[in-house]
T-cell receptor, first 116, second 115 residues
Framework: DVKVTQSSRYLVKRTGEKVFLECVQD?????MFWYRQDPGLGLRLIYF???????EKGDIPEGYSVSREKKERFSLILESASTNQTSMYLC???????????????FGPGTRLTVL | KQEVTQIPAALSVPEGENLVLNCSFT??????LQWFRQDPGKGLTSLLL?????REQTSGRLNASLDKSSGRSTLYIAASQPGDSATYLC??????????????FGEGTQLTVNP
């Protein structure tokens, strides 16, 4: 079974702190993604990466950065946390496109971040 | 810009009923469509993936269909059980993008199956 793990289930931080959210996948997937999920706004893509050291902005990258130094690990960084970044953060991974059912995207359990 | 709509937003049914969840998308040039389940406070679990060349996929009591030309997909759940209670999301992936192309998600249907 594919496993995507996230470093914390719940996190509470103060405004202005630098926050690191870690995501690790064990299936050698090329693609990794960070989303945030908010009531009424659904899932929104923050950043994604299609290879080591490669990254692309999603729909809402402002206030975030990412790092992918190793294939299995994709980190989301909040440079200076703000209260409007309180949200559920979901990491996902997906293999390189093959045109088959293995194109499935897999999600981690989520990190509920509260910024006070 | 691709838009994905799921109707209804919420559905409550008695146990044992067969039910259909709907998903529509505005741009029919899709690569595939995926249905997910999300339990409260948890991540998303993949249920079914349908490639654009396919008409349907089945897994146990679940059957997903795809009509690309009309921009619609349905998720059929047979003999529903209380354990099926969750939010169901559909997501489409556009044709012609890079390997790392994004999914566009609907807002989900919140399903409650009452014992």
């Amino acid at each position: 079974d594919v496993k995507v793990t996230q470093s914390s289930r719940y996190l509470v931080k103060r405004t202005g702190e630098k926050v690191f959210l870690e995501c690790v996948q064990d299936m050698d997937h090329e693609n990794m993604f960070w989303y945030r999920q908010d009531p009424g706004l659904g899932l929104r893509l923050i950043y994604f990466s299609y290879d080591v050291k490669m990254k692309e902005k999603g729909d809402i990258p402002e206030g975030y950065s990412v790092s992918r130094e190793k294939k299995e690990r994709f980190s989301l960084i909040l440079e200076s946390a703000s209260t409007n970044q309180t949200s559920m953060y979901l990491c996902a991974s997906r293999p390189r496109t093959s045109g088959s059912s293995t194109d499935t995207q897999y999600f981690g359990p989520g990190t509920r971040l509260t910024v006070l | 810009k691709q838009e994905v709509t799921q109707i209804p937003a919420a559905l409550s049914v008695p146990e044992g009923e067969n039910l259909v969840l709907n998903c529509s998308f505005t741009d029919s040039a899709i690569y595939n469509l995926q249905w997910f389940r999300q339990d409260p406070g948890k991540g998303l679990t993949s249920l079914l993936l349908i490639q654009s060349s396919q008409r349907e996929q089945t897994s146990g009591r679940l059957n997903a269909s795809l009509d690309k030309s009309s921009g619609r997909s349905t998720l059929y759940i047979a003999a529903s059980q209380p354990g099926d209670s969750a939010t169901y999301l559909c997501a489409v992936r556009r044709m012609g993008e890079t390997s790392g192309s994004r999914l566009t998600f609907g807002e989900g249907t919140q399903l409650t199956v009452n014992p």
